[in-house]
């Protein structure tokens, strides 16, 4: 008799180990770790990412290699802001020091969420930040072992 094991399809929920990296390293790595549980198709994970995961059968383990722009799509300069001093320290720790580098979470305008900046460059009254995923515009690799599938 044998076993027919889940695959994976849209809508699914996963328990994997997966890492994402890209040409300066990783970003995310779960396989030192508790392995990460997610629903395809909530935005947890890109949609050329879950493209690559539909169809693998549970216990699989791939790596898939995304070509530049293919993940996280290309670097939008739209996505790199000045941000006023009195609008960080209206944001946060009026005391707080900004450097080059930097990754700084902001609340969502709902407040219910979070997203990220990274410091491009400072000026005297104000902060460049950075607004794309860290990834954008660079070539991925999406490294994934299939623990369960539901």
């Not at 290309?74 to 990754?103: A, F, I």
């Not at 860290?134 to 539901?150: R, Y």
């Amino acid at each position: 008799m044998t076993t027919v094991l889940p695959r994976v399809h849209a809508g699914s929920f996963l328990t994997l180990h997966y890492r994402l990296g890209g040409p300066a390293g990783d970003i995310i790595n779960t396989f030192s770790g508790k392995p990460a549980t997610l629903s395809l198709g909530t935005g947890e994970l890109s949609p050329a990412m879950e493209e690559c995961l539909i169809g693998l059968e549970e216990g699989t383990r791939s790596t898939f290699e995304l070509p530049a722009g293919a993940a996280f799509g290309p670097r939008n300069p739209d996505m790199q802001q000045w941000l006023s001093s009195k609008v960080l320290t209206d944001m946060g720790d009026p005391h707080e020091t900004y450097n080059p580098g930097d990754v700084v979470e902001f609340p969502t305008p709902d407040g219910k969420g979070k997203f990220a900046g990274v410091v491009q460059q400072v000026g005297e009254a104000s902060v460049l930040f950075d607004f794309n995923h860290p990834l954008a515009g660079q070539p991925v690799s999406f490294e994934v072992q299939l623990i369960g599938v539901l």
